[in-house]
């Protein structure tokens, strides 16, 4: 109840203060003595005028509903293609000493670039359509996924393995009753990070060309030095991270009931 | 208890690659046998190579030279006679007791309705009725090690190969596992090989006790015990018999023990 309360205090005195450094002296005869000028920063009021005006009257390219649905799209797609080819791949060499060894450094190398640089390579060659985003959505999430599901299976306990082969395991009970449980808890922690990593690449990818998208309408609010429409479009992402998020959570203790706690990611 | 040979070493001896890239000799030319239908327990000081000697005995790791036997086999890989109850927890955290319990039928073939049916049946016996649906996590270290001796016992192995089952258990539930262990195996016939740092649990379980040198591990002497069965081990303790024996193996393994000591010490103080 304290901490709830304390929440909320904290976002009035946050909201405040922006809206009340950026109102004194801002507008009317002595608007030269302005603390924070609206007009690079925002504003809470000027925000929420915004976004009332996306639901009511739509943005410049279609309805806000249709803006929201195709990021969410190209961002459920590209986890999805994402996490699936990081396990598919992790397990493979984790399970593979040859394979690992063979592809490890450029798996390294791959992971040392900044990513999102692909991006303008994917826009180039699969257009301003939705391929593209979903391909840089599904290159930021493959990583992740791909390491911890990689380090899940080398981190399996060695007695868990012998007292499987021991109790009659064949290779492929030995995958499904021992190693993918174990690897498991290691891959749902990543998948916290990878949603926010595609929904990054959906973003970044219609920011850098696209018909539709939060993301086209960020870079559009920036062309028209509409600091309140970036702010609005960043507490849209917001809402749909924590969304996301929450749904992430529910996942992960449906299928790991049997953890007392979580483990943390491993950072790349 | 027949004469036909359960479990041959012959001059087994196993050598590990050390962190630092040496080779280091864990067993050397360690020769043990092992009846049909016999109980050895296998005593020594920490380091000296008892787990290794399980290891080699259930085929998980190969001897680098020597030779290991089962039923007159050698062992190549790993065998499903054996049932090997490990020192360290290895019940599977994701995985209830129930089908902790169930796992090994249910890898072996047996469909899930009868897999669970015998479970449940040893989850009784192991004294851990209406904990079917529980995770290790939310069992007590007694209990885990319980989930462990069910999940053995339930495939019948020939070969029992335990190491250390009981030392996390406290003094009266230990007793009772002991004889309860006893009970079964009488019933069962199966040749048991028990590691175990309590001579007195040694001497009170076993037909044969074996001690084991200081690593390099090697048999530094062989032990019968001739005390009558069925035994109960609360009481067998306080018999004449048990106390010579046990002051003529501690002899053995006090040396061992002493060794082993300074060697860590050794190692700590330079
Ligand atoms: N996989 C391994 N790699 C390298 N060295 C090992 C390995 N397993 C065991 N050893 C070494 O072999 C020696 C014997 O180990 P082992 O586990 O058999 O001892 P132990 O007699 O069971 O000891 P304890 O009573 O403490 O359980 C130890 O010095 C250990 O460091
Ligand atoms: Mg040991």
């Excluded at chain 1, 009511?56 to 509903?65: D, H, I, K, M």
């Excluded at chain 1, 593979?96 to 990513?115: F, H, T």
């Excluded at chain 2, 001059?11 to 050397?28: D, E, V, Y």
């Amino acid at each position: 109840m304290l901490v709830q309360v304390l929440r909320v205090v904290l976002a009035i005195v946050i909201l405040g203060t922006w809206e009340i450094t950026t109102r004194v002296g801002c507008y009317g005869p002595d608007s030269g003595t302005c603390v924070v000028d609206p007009f690079f920063f925002g504003q809470p009021s000027g925000i929420w005028t915004q976004l009332v005006k996306w639901v009511q009257v739509g943005t410049a390219q279609g309805p806000l509903w249709e803006q929201i649905a195709v990021t969410l799209e190209e961002t459920v797609l590209g986890f999805a293609i994402g996490v699936v080819l990081g396990i598919i791949f992790g397990v493979a060499l984790g399970r593979n000493r040859l394979l690992s060894d063979v592809l490890g450094p450029y798996i390294k190398a791959m992971n040392a670039m900044p990513r999102v640089v692909l991006g303008s390579i994917f826009t180039i060659a699969l257009g301003l359509e939705m391929p593209s985003k979903v391909a840089l959505a599904v290159v930021l999430v493959f990583f992740v996924v791909f390491f911890n599901a990689f380090q899940g299976v080398r981190e399996v306990d060695r007695d868990l393995l012998a007292n499987a082969r021991i109790l009659g395991a064949s290779q492929r009970q030995l995958s499904r009753h021992v190693i993918l449980p174990s690897a498991l808890s290691w891959i749902l922690a990543s998948l916290h990070t990878s949603f926010g990593f595609a929904l990054v690449g959906a973003i970044v990818g219609e920011y850098l060309g696209a018909r539709k998208g939060i993301g086209l309408m960020i870079a559009t609010a920036q062309g028209t030095f509409n600091a309140n429409g970036v702010f609005a479009a960043m507490f849209i992402l917001a809402v749909v991270a924590i969304v996301a998020e929450a749904l992430v959570t529910k996942l992960e203790d449906r299928l790991i009931k049997w953890r007392p706690n979580a483990i943390t990611e491993v950072s790349i | 208890m027949s004469d036909q040979v359960a479990i041959q070493l012959q001059k087994a001896t196993k050598r590990f690659t050390s962190p630092n890239g040496k080779s280091f000799t864990a067993l050397r030319d360690l020769d043990l046998t092992v009846a049909a239908g016999e109980f050895t327990a296998v005593v020594g000081p920490t380091g000296c190579g008892k787990s290794t000697t399980l290891a080699l005995i259930s085929g998980l790791e190969a001897p680098s030279a020597g030779t290991v036997r089962v039923f007159g086999e050698p062992v190549s890989a790993v065998g499903r006679s054996v049932g090997y109850v490990f020192q360290r927890d290895a019940v599977f955290p994701w995985k209830s007791v129930l089908d902790n319990v169930a796992m090994g039928p249910r890898m072996r073939g047996v469909d899930t309705g009868q897999a669970n049916a015998e479970a449940r049946q040893w989850i009784a016996r192991v004294g851990l009725d209406g904990f079917e649906r529980y995770y290790p996590h939310q069992l007590s270290g007694g209990m885990r090690k319980r989930v462990a001796l069910a999940q053995t016992l339930i495939n019948h192995p020939k070969i029992l190969l335990m190491d250390e089952p009981f030392s996390a258990l406290d003094v009266q539930t230990r007793a009772l596992m002991e004889n309860e262990l006893l009970d079964l195996w009488a019933s069962t016939g199966s040749s048991v090989v028990f590691v175990t740092h309590d001579l007195e649990e040694a001497i009170g379980m076993a037909d044969r006790v074996v001690v084991i040198t200081a690593g390099p591990g090697t048999v530094k002497g062989t032990y019968r015990v001739d005390l009558p069965r069925p035994r109960n081990i609360a009481e067998i303790r306080f018999q004449p018999r048990f106390i010579e024996l046990y002051g003529e193996i501690w002899n053995d393994l006090r040396d061992e023990v002493l060794v082993s000591y300074e060697r860590t010490k050794n190692r700590v103080a330079s």
